[in-house]
């Protein structure tokens, strides 16, 4: 079965390494696409940190050109993205890597943000469920675990904390594993791909909700302070918690729970019942 890895990034020298060094070996790897840029609406809100191209300000840019030596890597320099739905930017850099995909047309389409990382057993056992029902279903959805670690515990353990709840953001469920098909597009949503105007995750095998499932470990709650912050003035911007009804309320849980990140102390409590707990799950492999 052939795999294409697929990311977009920017100023994401903090994990960048270490989530290829983790991925590089994926069973079944044919391409890792690296596509960096940035949304306008980041531009307008953090301008230090992206440049005059809508590129990285940090070390991402060279170390990506340094990463261009394995032969199934390729980058695209996008730069701005925007869309006529303000929140959806990303769909622009998600359709660069779907373009590569609809060139070397693989089985499956992994999206990996480069805070998130698979253990080596994880990424082999997700392919073994994927050769097994990828018949049946179009999306795979697995758990995510939320490493914790801001500025007041910066010195712990980088693997000791994790932050739960399931009313919360921390418990919102994200979709990461796509089957290939000809045409899929992110022409409405920058986290859910379609075909013919029909989403993926209709057709959607919900591995998060079984027991003994492979999962992913998202270290974003454990980045600096500044990325944290820039992010959280970001998804403001482009007008999360601001909508009315159903959709508004849940957006504003979205942004008081990552607000919580940038203050949070041991005793504090978290918005909408979350916790912060040991963490007790598996540690990948180059952190080790």
């Not at 261009?68 to 730069?79: L, N, T, W």
């Not at 000791?160 to 399931?166: A, I, L, S």
């Not at 979350?274 to 952190?287: C, H, S, T």
Request: with cysteine; net charge neutral.
């Amino acid at each position: 079965m052939n795999i294409m890895l697929a990311s977009i990034l920017l100023n994401e020298e903090e994990w960048l390494i270490k989530h290829y060094d983790q991925h590089k070996d994926w069973p079944g790897l044919v391409k890792w696409v690296f596509v960096e840029g940035a949304d306008t609406a980041y531009g307008n809100t953090c301008s230090h940190l992206v440049n005059s191209l809508g590129l990285s300000v940090d070390r991402t840019t060279e170390i990506l050109e340094d990463m261009k030596k394995d032969p199934r890597v390729e980058v695209i320099s996008h730069g701005w993205m925007s869309h006529s739905q303000k929140d959806q930017a990303k769909c622009q850099g998600r359709n660069r890597y779907l373009e590569v995909a609809n060139k070397i047309k693989p089985d499956i389409v992994i999206t990996t943000d480069i805070d998130e990382f698979y253990t080596y057993d994880s990424q082999k056992r997700i392919n073994e469920i994927l050769v097994d029902t990828k018949g049946e279903y179009t999306a795979w959805m697995f758990s995510q675990r939320h490493i914790w670690r801001p500025d007041a515990i910066k010195s712990n353990y980088l693997f000791d904390c994790e932050v739960v709840g399931k009313n919360s953001y921390f418990g919102v469920p994200h979709t990461r594993v796509w089957k290939y098909l000809l045409g899929i597009m992110h022409n409405k949503n920058h986290n859910w791909p379609d075909l013919n105007g029909k989403y993926l995750t209709e057709s959607m095998m919900r591995c998060d909700l079984m027991d003994g499932m492979p999962e992913c470990i998202h270290l974003g709650y454990a980045s600096s302070q500044e990325n944290r912050r820039a992010k959280a003035d970001y998804y403001k911007a482009r007008g999360e918690g601001s909508e009315g009804g159903r959709i508004g309320r849940k957006r504003s849980m979205y942004v008081s729970c990552r607000d919580a990140h940038l203050g949070w102390k041991p005793g504090d409590t978290l918005p909408h019942g979350a916790q912060v707990i040991p963490y007790e799950g598996p540690v990948p492999e180059v952190f080790r």
